[in-house]
């Protein structure tokens, strides 16, 4: 093999730049939503340390993050039915300007002889909302940016960039903070927002195709409900989907299983968390294959199934002995497989919903990882007061598993399709968009 071929089959293995270098927009959008992640990740480091220092309650932190949480699910539900009405550049950039607004204000709050809580609570609130907005408006505009067949790479791009901002930011706000209090930490989000609003300032007009505008907000979310389900590649997607994010729960048993069956300290035990992630940037940074496959979907199925299996593994592993290398491991895959096929679900759906729904399905898409998320941690974390955790964790996996498997049997058109999109897959995405305001199912429903 020639040093040439090896460049150039090196190039097909790591990721897909492609998108960054040929879509100014794009390339735009991706650094400042780089920057924002990294404020953010501030913010989710500072709100809950701020809280607990003043309260002293464990109690007032989950609420927080509870009513942000809440917050965050109903911006979704919202932005998604928005996003398809205004101009997408608009919504991204005054849903920031009012986050940035609020991180001054917990600034100059934190600052006070005695800050207030409620005022953590509100703007913690207010960001949950706004962010999702703003989010949900980016989702909409990325498949309008890129070319279809660079779905896959914008896709696996946009996960760098969040798994990385998540590796590094809290380390970074726990550096500030300690050095500098925690006021600094909220002027650091304020200022990377500021930057983020200036750079996409720059956007051109995002508006969304008005050859079918919504009709009645109430009306538009349910068309965009009833297209998910009669769209078969994206309700295979979502099913699956939320299955893989119900499984991301596993964090909750990781302090039971380093004190358990491990029996290791703090130090370790963080390197339990660090695995997922270091898995996950791993896979995204050599994601580059994921765009050629010509069954996405069957993939997509296959590696969710492989995340189950690792979990059912890890479980297997710590009951008998196994220790916290072989921990590592098996968590290290599940984060590699699962962002594997976080950025074929991402394509699937960018690519089979058309652009006046964009806004709708990809809110409803983000609202099921947000909930799927939020049950698994639940449901594993009761199973875990029932069983030991070595034996909580195996059963979920293997219950996980034989799931994905019935839907690898059951879900035919996800399975067969052939690429990311082609023109049958096309026409049909457009035939299930228009049936779904067909007055005839207006009346049945």
Sequence with gaps: MTKTETTSRLRQLVIDTGP?????AFRRIFIARTISIFGLGMLAVAIPLQLYGLTGSTLQVGAAATVEGLCAFAGMLVGGDIADRMDRRKIILYSRIIGGTGFAILAVNAWLPEPSVAVVYAVGGLDGFFGALSVTALMAVTPTLVPRDKLAAAGALNMLTVRLGTMVSPALAGFVIAVAGVGWAYVGAAAATLLTVTLLTGLPPLKPDASAPPGHPLRAAVEGAVFVYRQPVIRGVVLLGTLETMASGIRVMLPALAAGPLGIGAQSTGLLYAAVPCGAVAATLLSGPLAGLRRPGRAMMLLSIGSFVSLGALGVASWTGGGLGSALIFLII????????????????????????????????????????????????????????????????????????????????????????????????????????????????
């Design 20 to 24: 960054l270098r040929t879509s100014p």
């Design 334 to 445: 599940f984060g590699a497989l699962g962002s594997m096929s976080g950025i074929l679900q991402y394509a699937l759906v960018q690519a089979h919903t058309p652009d006046r729904l964009l806004g709708r399905v990809n809110a409803l898409w983000m609202a099921q990882e947000v909930g799927g998320d939020s049950a698994g941690a639940l449901g594993l974390g009761g199973l875990g007061r029932a069983v030991p955790a070595a034996a909580a964790v195996t059963l979920f996996g293997a219950g996980a598993m034989v799931l994905g498997l019935a839907g690898l049997t059951g879900f035919g058109p996800l399975r067969r399709a052939d690429r990311i999109v082609d023109s049958d897959q096309g026409e049909g995405v457009e035939q299930a968009s228009r049936s779904t305001s067909e007055p005839s199912i207006e009346a049945k429903r």
